[in-house]
């Protein structure tokens, strides 16, 4: 058997070979990266984020992340999808009622930006109290709920969208659910894009029959294609910034950041390297907040570490930094081509309602999944409390809107104000059943070995 150390120093490998490697790399994050920006312009009505930007933020972003942990971690940072709540917050929050979409946009990635910078603060708290003093605050019984919320909260729109054609969104869903559980190779750890391409084709083929979405509209709009050009720069929005929606966004980066540790965690147990230790969970927490915050500021969705990759460095054992960074340079030069851009904005809105299907639920599973994990007992009516509050308040409630005069408002969504709550009530009641670095195997579960 192969020494996996042996394996991630491979500088053998020659050029042409790790071309091929990165090549496949981006495939496994392709599918999800665009999904996102093709969801989001759901909620604004077309007006929203740009692919290129989205790409081009992604590769970027990946590349500074790398300079921030030495050149060290093979990770990919990709578009994050728990932000995508928070997009369709902002989308209609009351103060920006007289704006269009457009005008909306930038408030959002605004948002996006002081969710990153939250990422440089838990890595400054880890750097100076040490890992298990911040991390006591945010136990499995406040995250867990939280991301059930993320999750279940995505639900209606999900419905919605793959109710334009049911017929279209099933061939997504059964693809992605075939290529999951029975795909081979590298087909299976692509079930999101391959269920996008299945599901195009054969959109493309019911129109060719003269089929039409349950409204009568065309399944396939085209008409973007024929007036992009084949290069050019992407449409970078700078950000803007307001208190709401940074109300709105920045604390979806708990959900975010619990997300980071779990995935260093896995690339660290498929590697044998451990990146916690070196070059340190602080290191890698400030690269993703810093790509999350360059994607905010130039107009882009928030960037996070994409399992997807993680699964290819499982399969190809190429543990190699440089691979992944090959792969970031393609995403940037697939930036700069606007005629792919328009071809992808063709996606059929029910398609990606059938993707939905499968990326929210996931969402909430492992929230699920975090909680079961790390065996919460909920015998202890304390846990039961937290846990209940946090899921009503996230799905039952509207937020809080609290008038600042003037006519302006300040807006807390139902997920903040449910994160902010489930805080502080466990810090408050007694009975904690859960001491970060007490239970080694529970810590190895959240992402952290101590």
């Known amino acids: 058997m192969q020494d996996k150390n042996a394996i991630y120093d491979a500088s053998s490998l020659g050029w042409p070979k790790m071309l091929i490697l990165g090549m496949q790399h981006l495939f496994a ?25 989205t790409l081009f933020c992604a590769g970027f972003g990946t590349l500074f992340f790398h300079l921030c942990s030495k050149f060290k971690v093979p990770a990919f940072l990709g578009s994050s999808f728990a932000f995508l709540g928070g997009f369709a917050t902002v989308a209609e929050l009351p103060e920006f009622a007289n704006m269009s979409y457009a005008e909306k946009m930038p408030y959002a990635c605004g948002g996006i930006v002081f969710a990153g910078l939250l990422y440089f603060v838990l890595a400054l708290l880890i750097k100076v109290l040490g890992i298990k003093r911040v991390m006591r605050f945010l136990p499995p019984v406040v995250t867990g709920p ?8 995505l639900a209606p729109s999900a419905i919605s969208n793959a109710s334009v054609n049911w017929i279209l969104a099933l061939i997504a869903l059964v693809t992605v659910v075939v290529f999951n559980i029975w795909g081979k190779g ?4 692509i079930p999101i894009l391959m269920g996008v391409v299945v599901a195009y084709v054969a959109a493309l083929i019911m129109q060719a029959a003269g089929m039409t979405n349950a409204d009568g509209s065309a399944i396939i709009d085209g008409t973007q ?50 990146f916690l230790e070196d070059p340190g969970l ?14 905010g500021a130039l107009g882009g969705p928030a960037n996070t570490t994409y399992g997807e990759n993680t699964g290819v460095l499982e399969l190809s054992k190429v543990y190699d930094p440089r691979v992944i960074r090959i792969t970031a340079v393609f995403a940037i030069v697939l930036s700069f081509i606007p005629k792919l851009s328009a071809v992808l904005g063709t996606m059929p809105t029910a398609i990606v309602g059938g993707i939905s299907f499968i990326l929210y639920g996931m969402i909430s599973a492992i929230g699920v999944r975090n909680i079961v994990e790390n065996q919460v007992d909920f015998k202890k009516s304390r846990n039961l409390i937290v846990a209940a509050i946090i899921l009503v308040v996230g799905l039952g409630s509207n937020g809080l809107t609290i008038p600042l005069g003037g006519g302006n408002a300040l807006t807390i969504t139902a997920l903040a104000l449910a994160s902010i709550v489930g805080i502080v009530l466990n810090a408050i009641l007694p009975g904690k059943d859960y001491e970060f670095g007490e239970d080694v195997k529970k810590d190895t579960y959240r992402g952290v070995h101590v």
Do not use: W
């Open 186 to 189: 590298l087909f299976k750890i």
């Open 29 to 53: 994050m392709f599918g999800a990266t665009i999904l996102v920006p093709i969801l989001v312009n759901g909620y604004f009505h077309g007006e929203g984020l740009s692919v290129q930007v």
């Open 282 to 295: 602080s290191r890698t927490l400030m690269g993703d907040g810093a790509a999350t915050m360059i994607a």
């Open 146 to 153: 939280i991301i059930i919320c993320i999750g279940l909260g």
């Open 225 to 274: 294609i024929a007036q992009s050009s084949i290069v050019g720069l992407p449409p970078f929005v700078l950000a803007k910034f307001n208190i709401s929606a940074i109300l709105v966004m920045a604390p979806i980066a708990i959900a975010s950041m619990m997300e980071h540790v779990g995935d260093i965690s896995a690339i660290s147990a498929t590697t044998g390297n451990n």
